[in-house]
């Protein structure tokens, strides 16, 4: 799979900035207000942040693949 630009870096920025600061956020005032969901959002959004880590690592190796041809 290969992104165009545009979207590559919005989801760079998603995955790299706005999500694990969400996740800190989630966590940080779950913690404070005793929320009982937590945990099961916080893991969740783990989860959806590796997922799309991975589609931008794939993205990355895709592209210098082509770079090199």
Do not use: C, H
Request: hydrophobic share 50%; aromatic share 10%; glycine share 6%.
């Amino acid at each position: 799979m290969k992104l165009n630009n545009k979207t590559y870096d919005r989801l760079k920025f998603v995955v790299t900035i706005f999500l694990p600061a969400l996740i800190t956020l989630i966590t940080t005032l779950g913690s404070a207000f005793a929320w009982e969901l937590t945990q099961l959002i916080v893991v969740t959004l783990g989860a959806i942040t590796t997922f799309l880590g991975t589609l931008l690592g794939i993205s990355t190796n895709n592209y210098n693949k082509e770079l090199k041809t």
